[in-house]
């Protein structure tokens, strides 16, 4: 719990004598009430407690729980503090091999007992020592030794550093670490000389304030109307009231739109064949025979054909196809949002007008209108006494702000779409950064961009290009001129031309003649050739550099059969590149915005849900939360920073069994099944964990929380900018750090001394030790000092009188002569408020010896009390011996009256100005 109250100064002095420092607020504790004694019988009629003569409206009164810590000035001790030198133990974060060389260093001597239990904290020890043992090792000695180690760390001749190179790590981050290490040695000392140069024990008074309506008083003038004789005004009373009602409604319209661009290569391969066979074949015979006798006269004839024929045909074709579709998608999405307000505000005015008039025909008269105060009675009880132990914490909500580191790199990561990779990195180089294992190899850097984007993109257009124009020439004597046409493509400008000449003779012409028109190439010769000529270098250096359309005209002279070709080099224009890199880097950009839109949106609905998941907790939640946090660092202080919370054994069951130990479902029903023994350590884990939890009103704990900047400075600006709507959480979020009061429970104090100075063994410290004789004061400081009342919370249920009821006794008393356990009869100033069965206190606190706490067992008359017995001689004579009975809420400390202001008004005619506020 967080109590916002004033700080306490240091009151030196004994216990019963210390004077308050400071109120802090304190929640109602939740200790139920001890049963009341019994009373005894009654001897004698019981008066009546006397009337309140005040009006007091007890039913509207209203309780404040508050605390007084009382600091007090005891030297501690150089023995035991076992935790606090424990955690300092722990703090030093030792490594392998420093406590053996701060023993070996000269000038810095250690105790071989010593070196052996500081050995055990140094890193990958087994297992750290208890606290116990350091119960008895002096803190200046423990102060030295940590002194040590720090120089020992700066001279970087330590244990084993770092890298293991024994060098101490002095070179470059090493020496930076070297002396961070060393750093945390100093503030170790440091936090180890101011825990226990103060005294950590003091007291807490539980105290509590109740106010109670007790009247109207009249207040200051408001305002006055002077009225000559027989003058007649107008008085007008307004009041009025004003609702406001705000209406807000939200109108978000949602656009998304998604295209698909496709581009499709269709090549297609058509192939037919078609054969065809005849065959043919015609035989004919013909024949005649004619011849007869002179009688007969024949003729005979006979013929003979054949005919074959033979067809065959066959067609064939082929038709292949493929088809290759290039995608590029982009989607978009446009939010429109509309928020309308209306405002209605309804008022009501009622206005009273009155007429006055001052009836008398010589006197003037002055009405005056006054305010009306509420009087509270106000009064401070103290029920209840309570040993404390005081410490200071760094970062109290350091767990709780990891949510909020986590919204701050979220909030952070929110921001305008920003695309920084430049047109010239889109290139078809091959970088050795961008090769990856399981990838193709010798990938290009523009493929590599596309797949760190997510879009598959086109490839840069070809560096080089050729083109070969050629023919045959007509051969003839005579001149010849042929133009060669071509067309160079877009994008692309001429690099190299080189012009080929195959060449033949004419019977009748010794020598041939033949150039290039334009380009300056001209020659002749006597013999066939084959003659390759460039002209794009010097000394003819033509047609470089030219785009589009173009036309070379080649002429021949006397020239036989000739092939004149042309090989054309092209090179790609920068323009052409550069334009490739525009479109590569719009399709780069359009898919890093698409999902850079998408993670933004993501961000934001995270963002909403932790707020939110923050925000939307109730307010106990948030107090338990704070008290657990409060808790944690108590003993985080307590046993060390490397305190574990679960005892190591039980965690190493808890994994070798298989459980689930990241979501605390080890202990599930039917999910266990250890081993045997393996619980050891965690029962004996259970006793500590059982007397924190009851040696500290954990209920009754006040903190102070201080500013941020008892923080570490980097963090300053970020804490600053935490908000919470609940206030009391966002103060505890800001603290810097925390001084926290424990409060231990009503007997438990001998119990809590012994574990702070002699650590979890409990170990046996001398009964004259200073703490422990302070907290065995206190504790029977309590018993004599508010005796009947219940620890903590008081009981309301209990049959007493309402408040506090005193007197005192001038003679001498003491214990009755016959018998000390028979009761005694005391004169008395006034008997009158005692009841028969509460108990008394008898003497002051100036006599801590002789007070004492007894029962009213009758009041037989107004000027006497019969008490169950004494056990000491009081003398009254000399200074009248008070007799106080406690009431229900404890000891009346103090008692005054408030005012605040009402809406009544008072009116009254000519109002003595003496009397006037």
């Not at 503030?187 to 109207?216: D, H, K, W, Y």
């Not at 008892?710 to 966002?730: A, C, M, N």
Request: glycine share 8%; with cysteine.
């Amino acid at each position: 719990m967080s109590d916002h109250a004033s700080e306490p100064s240091s009151t030196t002095g004994h216990p019963s004598s210390a004077a308050p420092a400071a109120a802090v607020g304190i929640p109602a504790p939740t200790t139920p009430p001890s049963p009341a004694t019994p009373p005894a019988p009654a001897l004698a009629p019981t008066p009546s407690a006397p009337a309140d003569p005040s009006p007091v409206l007890a039913p509207a009164s209203r309780h404040i729980p508050k605390a007084t810590l009382v600091a007090l000035d005891i030297t501690p001790p150089s023995s035991g503090q076992a935790l606090l030198k424990h955690s300092f133990a722990h703090q030093l974060a030792l490594r392998p091999g420093e406590v053996e060389a701060t023993v070996q260093s000269a000038g810095r001597p250690v105790g071989a007992e010593l070196a052996r239990l500081l050995a055990g904290y140094e890193e990958g020890a087994a297992e750290p020592p208890e606290p116990a043992p350091f119960a008895g090792v002096p803190v200046d000695e423990l102060v030295a030794f940590g002194l040590a180690v720090a120089q020992l760390r700066r001279d970087g001749s330590g244990g084993r550093d770092g890298d293991g190179d024994g060098d101490g790590g002095r070179d470059g981050d090493g020496k930076r670490d070297a002396d961070a290490h060393a750093d945390r040695a100093v503030v170790a000392v440091q936090n180890l000389v101011f825990n226990t140069r103060s005294s950590r024990l003091s007291m807490l008074n539980l105290e509590r304030l109740e106010m109670a309506p007790a009247g109207i008083q009249r207040g200051e003038l408001i305002a006055t109307v002077p009225l000559a004789p027989l003058e007649e005004t107008a008085v007008t009373h307004k009041e009025w009231s004003v609702t406001s009602r705000e209406f807000t409604s939200i109108v978000t319209d949602s656009l998304e739109s998604y295209s698909e661009t496709g581009v499709t290569d269709n090549t297609e391969l058509s192939q037919s064949t078609a054969s065809q066979q005849q065959h043919s074949n015609q035989f004919n015979i013909t024949g005649t025979v004619s011849g007869g006798i002179p009688v007969i006269n024949g003729s005979a004839s006979s013929g003979f054909t054949a005919q074959d024929s033979s067809s065959t045909s066959a067609s064939e074709s082929r038709k292949h196809a493929s088809g290759l579709t290039q995608k590029a998608s982009s989607r978009a999405k446009q939010e429109h949002k509309v928020t309308i307000s209306t405002l209605t505000v309804a008022g009501t005015e009622e206005t009273t007008t009155r007429t006055v008039k001052n009836p008398s025909q010589t006197q003037a008269v002055r009405i005056d209108y006054f305010s009306l105060l509420r009087t509270w009675r106000v009064r401070l009880y103290r029920y209840g006494l309570r040993a404390a132990y005081d410490i200071v914490v760094p970062e109290p909500s350091a767990a709780i702000r990891k949510d909020y580191v986590e919204l701050a790199a979220l909030r952070a990561a929110l921001g305008p779409f920003v695309f920084d990779l430049p047109h010239d990195d889109i290139t078809d180089d091959v970088r050795p950064a961008d090769q990856a294992p399981g990838l193709p190899p010798n990938r290009k850097h523009y493929r590599y961009l596309g797949d760190l984007y997510g879009v598959q993109v086109p490839d840069p257009p070809e560096a080089v290009k050729e083109l070969f124009p050629n023919d045959n020439v007509p051969a003839g004597g005579g001149w010849h001129f042929y133009p060669m046409h071509f067309r160079i493509e877009d994008g692309y400008a001429v690099s190299a031309v080189t012009a080929e000449f195959h060449l033949g003779m004419l019977a009748d012409n010794s020598r041939i003649h033949y150039g290039v028109e334009g380009s300056g190439f001209e020659k002749d010769s006597g013999d066939p050739l084959h003659d390759a000529v460039v002209l794009s270098d010097p000394p003819y250096n033509a047609f470089k550099g030219r785009t589009g359309e173009q036309n070379v005209l080649i002429f021949l002279h006397n020239v036989g059969p000739a092939w004149v070709g042309l090989k054309v080099t092209t090179a790609r224009t920068p323009e052409l590149f550069s334009s490739w890199q525009s479109q590569v880097w719009n399709m780069l950009h359009d898919a890093a915005q698409t999902r850079y839109l998408a993670e933004q949106q993501d961000i934001a609905n995270r963002i909403t849900a932790l707020e939110d998941r923050l925000a939307g907790v109730d307010t106990l939640t948030l107090r338990r939360e704070e008290n657990d946090e409060i808790m944690k660092c108590v003993l985080r202080h307590l046993l060390g920073t490397e305190y574990e919370f679960m005892a190591p054994g039980a965690v190493d069951a808890l994994r070798a069994a298989g459980v689930d130990t990241a979501h605390g479902a080890g202990f599930a029903p039917g999910v266990l099944h250890p081993p045997d023994g393996a619980w050891a350590g965690l029962r004996r884990h259970e006793d500590l964990v059982r007397f924190v939890n009851q040696a500290v009103e954990w209920e009754n704990v006040v903190t102070f929380l201080y500013s941020y900047f008892w923080d570490v400075p980097d963090s300053w600006d970020f804490v600053r900018r935490i908000r919470h709507p609940d206030p009391t959480r966002q103060a505890f979020l800001r603290a810097g750090g925390a001084r926290i009061v424990l409060t231990i429970r009503k007997g438990w104090e001998d119990a809590w001394v012994r574990f702070c100075e002699g650590g979890f063994k409990d170990a046996d410290i001398p009964a004259d030790h200073p703490y422990l004789t302070v907290a065995q004061e206190i504790a029977a400081y309590d018993d004599r000092y508010y005796p009947g009342i219940p620890p903590a919370n008081p009981g309301r249920a209990a049959v007493r009188i309402e408040d506090t009821v005193s007197t005192e006794c001038t003679a001498v008393i003491g214990p009755n002569p016959v018998n000390p356990a028979l009761p005694v009869t005391i004169p008395v100033t006034s008997s009158r408020g005692f009841t028969v069965g509460a108990p008394v206190v008898i003497d002051s606190t100036r006599h801590r010896d002789l007070q004492e706490t007894c029962t009213v067992v009758a009041v037989p008359d107004p000027g006497r009390l019969t008490v169950d017995r004494l056990l000491h001689r009081h003398d009254g004579t000399v200074t009248p011996v008070p007799v106080v009975q406690p009431g229900e809420k404890g000891e009346l400390i103090a008692e005054w009256n408030e005012y605040t202001p009402s809406s009544g008004t008072d009116i009254q005619l000519n109002t003595n100005l003496p009397q006037m506020s």
